[in-house]
């Protein structure tokens, strides 16, 4: 079954740093698609960055990269020169697969991480 | 544009009420998602429109009834809800394409008294 891990809780940075969230995911299918968002405490789900399975590069947008390892199945998002207005929660996702969902399909959910960027 | 906005923002009502949710897009987006979320968990699905008929129903109670009135609008109609279906409940829309990015509106904030 497809799986989204998100292992940490919880993260610190410091302003102007860079910082790595981690999240791996588990599936048996060759086509799939990993996508990061962003929730402030005001609530708005904020899409950040795709990454497809077959996308040889890995994506970039502004500040935040997506460092994609196939063969250790993670995705981790990097995320430059930390400002106060990163602090939020960060959830990874993994759409369905088509040929298992057809159409519409679900978006599998990471348990998320909280990250506080200090001034 | 990617803006979804729902109305309203906060929503208190008791059990015996009846309340609609509002959610809307400009995006000419063909597909429409209602989600649940509870604090610190992520969001969890509770129908898709799709072409604005109804395309998964993940076993909500009929308590919640959503409507598709056209391709840009999409409610949640609320009756005899109970004080753990207090939530924020999230609209997204995406393209029926092979990415189908999901954009959120801001939410709204439920409490059932």
């Known amino acids: 079954a497809q799986k989204i891990t998100q292992t940490q809780p919880g993260m610190f940075v410091q302003e102007k740093e860079a910082v790595t969230l981690d999240c791996t995911y588990d599936?048996?299918?060759?086509?799939?698609?990993l996508f990061w968002y962003k929730q402030p405490s005001s609530g708005e789900m904020i899409f950040l960055i795709y990454?497809?399975?077959?996308d040889e590069q890995n994506a970039t947008e502004g500040r935040y990269s997506l460092n994609f390892q196939k063969a250790r199945k993670s995705a981790n998002l990097v995320i430059s020169a930390s400002q106060l207005g990163d602090s939020a929660m960060y959830f990874c996702a993994m759409r369905e697969p088509a040929q298992r969902a057809g159409n519409n399909r679900k978006l599998i959910w990471g348990l998320g991480t909280s990250l506080a960027v200090n001034p | 544009d990617t803006e979804v906005t729902q109305t309203p923002k906060h929503l208190v009502m008791g059990m015996t009420n009846k309340k609609s949710l509002k959610c809307e897009q400009h995006m000419g987006h063909r597909a429409m998602y209602w989600y649940k979320q509870k604090a610190k968990k992520p969001p969890e699905l509770m129908f898709v429109y799709s072409y604005e008929k109804l395309s998964i129903n993940e076993s909500v109670p009929s308590r919640f009834s959503p409507e598709c009135p056209n391709s840009s609008l999409l409610n949640l109609h609320l009756h005899a809800l109970q004080p753990e279906d207090s939530a924020l409940y999230l609209c997204?829309?995406?393209?029926?394409?092979?990415?189908?990015?999901?954009?959120f509106g801001p939410g709204t904030r439920l409490l059932v008294l």
């Open positions: 990454q497809g399975s077959y």
């Open positions: 599936t048996s299918d060759q086509s799939y698609g």
């Open positions: 997204a829309s995406s393209q029926v394409d092979n990415v189908e990015t999901q954009y």
